[in-house]
């Protein structure tokens, strides 16, 4: 998992469209033309660490991609989304087109594993319609976030950090780890938006811990 973690760090940055140029994105391409309605603020708080060293969530859940069904949940915003398994074929990250629709990537924890990062990502906004993460950059501390799942019961967790990574470095790769402490990870777009390339500049990352 290191060295996929490593490849996505790099490959997170890189976004390709029909040209074939190489621009600043995350698998997050806006169409030509296409604006968003306000940008997304540059927001850099909490701590990643889990409070209790070594504690791991005592949630658990079989192997294998969230069954169909499965939601985000964050009730202080309304959010309620579906996910879906993404991959990411020579380490870029995909995204489901619907900004409505979050990807859970198959490589990384399962959602409720008790260890490692169970990464879910999304649009900020995709073709002038509001991604279900565009909420990420005005969420605090304590909010809580829930994966309901059909037959089990909601796994809850609370977020700890929000954090900008600059696309031109990247996201660490520890953020891919399925090792270490249980968390969700939420990533979309954010900070300013380039309008020559059509894309924003930063990667927002939500560092979220299970509520036992």
Same mark, same amino acid.
């Given at each position: 998992?290191?060295?996929?973690?490593?490849r996505?760090?790099?490959?997170l940055?890189?976004g390709?469209?029909?040209?074939?140029?190489?621009?600043?994105?995350?698998?997050?391409?806006?169409?030509?033309?296409?604006?968003?309605?306000?940008p997304?603020?540059?927001?850099?708080?909490?701590?990643?660490?889990?409070?209790?060293?070594?504690?791991?969530?005592?949630?658990?859940?079989?192997? =294998?991609?969230?069954?169909?069904?499965?939601?985000?949940?964050i009730?202080?915003?309304?959010?309620a989304a579906?996910?879906?398994?993404?991959t990411?074929?020579?380490?870029?990250?995909?995204?489901?087109?619907?900004?409505?629709?979050?990807?859970w990537? +198959?490589?990384? $924890?399962?959602p409720? +594993?008790?260890?490692g990062?169970?990464?879910?990502?999304?649009?900020?906004?995709?073709?002038?319609?509001?991604? $279900?993460?565009?909420?990420?950059?005005?969420?605090?501390?304590?909010?809580?976030?829930?994966?309901?799942? *059909?037959?089990? +019961? *909601?796994?809850?967790?609370?977020?700890?950090?929000?954090?900008?990574?600059?696309? +031109?470095?990247?996201i *660490?790769?520890?953020v891919?780890?399925?090792?270490?402490?249980?968390?969700?990870?939420?990533?979309?777009?954010?900070?300013?938006?380039?309008?020559?390339?059509?894309?924003?500049?930063?990667n927002?990352? =939500?560092y979220?811990?299970?509520?036992?």
């Amino acid at each position: 998992m290191a060295t996929i973690g490593r490849r996505l760090r790099w490959w997170l940055v890189l976004g390709w469209v029909g040209s074939g140029l190489a621009v600043i994105g995350f698998a997050l391409v806006l169409p030509a033309g296409s604006r968003p309605a306000r940008p997304v603020p540059v927001v850099d708080w909490g701590s990643t660490e889990p409070e209790l060293a070594g504690r791991v969530s005592q949630q658990a859940r079989p192997a =294998g991609p969230p069954p169909v069904g499965s939601r985000l949940r964050i009730t202080q915003f309304g959010i309620a989304a579906p996910i879906v398994p993404v991959t990411a074929p020579g380490g870029v990250l995909q995204v489901p087109a619907d900004p409505g629709t979050i990807g859970w990537w +198959a490589g990384g $924890a399962v959602p409720g +594993a008790r260890q490692g990062s169970a990464v879910l990502a999304g649009h900020v906004n995709y073709a002038g319609t509001s991604g $279900a993460l565009a909420v990420l950059a005005r969420i605090r501390p304590g909010a809580q976030i829930t994966l309901a799942e *059909p037959g089990v +019961a *909601p796994m809850r967790y609370s977020i700890r950090a929000v954090r900008s990574y600059p696309k +031109a470095s990247g996201i *660490p790769a520890s953020v891919f780890s399925r090792a270490g402490p249980a968390r969700l990870i939420l990533i979309t777009c954010g900070g300013p938006f380039d309008p020559v390339s059509g894309n924003y500049l930063d990667n927002l990352v =939500g560092y979220a811990y299970p509520i036992t």
